[in-house]
């Protein structure tokens, strides 16, 4: 069994900065790829930023610039640097991980959200 805890959201003014958390624990082989998405009222999931097993990133076109995905794999967490947030970026956001289980297969998990507002 695995869980995926997330921390660090929170309320934020605009231009200001917050650090996303997400940790993995349970029968854990090894992690492939890791990622955040958010999801604001009345809108659809969408992802944010990913890094792979071998540490290569892509952002959406909105956070580039602006945000940074980081991954420490002997803590099996992954990291979401947020600066220069912005009212838009108010979402709950969510970590997402491809995971290799001890002897059981590769799946997919999800963090439980955390909420981020971005507001004055």
């Known amino acids: 069994q695995v869980q995926l805890v997330e921390s660090g959201g929170g309320l934020v003014q605009p231009g200001g900065s917050l650090r996303l958390s997400c940790a993995a624990s349970?029968?854990?082989?090894?992690?492939?790829?890791m990622g955040w998405y958010r999801q604001a009222p009345g809108k659809e999931r969408e992802l944010v930023a990913r890094?792979?097993?071998?540490?290569?990133?892509n952002y959406a076109d909105s956070v580039k610039g602006r945000f940074t995905i980081s991954r420490e794999n002997v803590k099996n967490t992954v990291y979401l640097e947020m600066n220069s947030l912005k009212p838009e970026d108010t979402a709950v956001y969510y970590c997402?991980?491809?995971?290799?289980?001890?002897?059981?297969?590769?799946?997919?998990?999800w963090g439980q959200g955390t909420q981020v507002t971005v507001s004055s």
């Open positions: 890094i792979t097993g071998g540490g290569n990133t």
């Open positions: 997402n991980m491809v995971i290799v289980l001890t002897n059981e297969g590769t799946y997919k998990y």
């Open positions: 349970g029968n854990i082989f090894s992690i492939n790829a």
